[in-house]
Nanobody, 125 residues
């Protein structure tokens, strides 16, 4: 059974930084494409960013491009989301997800098979 566990969320002031981690167990981490999504109160879950299994090809939503960076450490079975220059509108529950096969695109939630439970990020203005 593949399990994803996010950590690193919390409360931060606007302009600050956080790094989220997503630890994966029960599968071959190096084979997974990894994505990050978020859901703000009253809104649908949206794409944040993702990296293909090669760790080189990445994609980001326009709202976080230039501020957020995705990375992965295959030796630790962990993916990361470095978030800089945080804004109040970044407040949301952040989820990581994994996929063995991307058919539609890195930003399509339907391409991801496994999901974490989410971690809360709150940015105070």
């Amino acid at each position: 059974q593949v399990q994803l566990v996010e950590s690193g969320g919390g409360l931060v002031q606007a302009g600050g930084s956080l790094r989220l981690s997503c630890a994966v167990s029960g599968g071959t981490f190096s084979m997974y494409h990894m994505g990050w999504f978020r859901q703000a109160p009253g809104k649908e879950r949206e794409f944040v960013g993702a990296t293909r299994r090669n760790g080189v090809d990445t994609d980001y939503s326009d709202s976080v491009k230039g501020r957020f960076t995705i990375s992965r450490d295959n030796s630790k079975n962990t993916a990361y989301l470095q978030m800089n220059v945080l804004k109040a509108e970044d407040t949301a529950i952040y989820y990581c997800a994994s996929s063995l096969l991307i058919r539609r695109g890195l930003s399509d939630q339907n391409d991801y098979s496994y999901w974490g439970q989410g971690t809360q990020v709150t940015v105070s203005s």
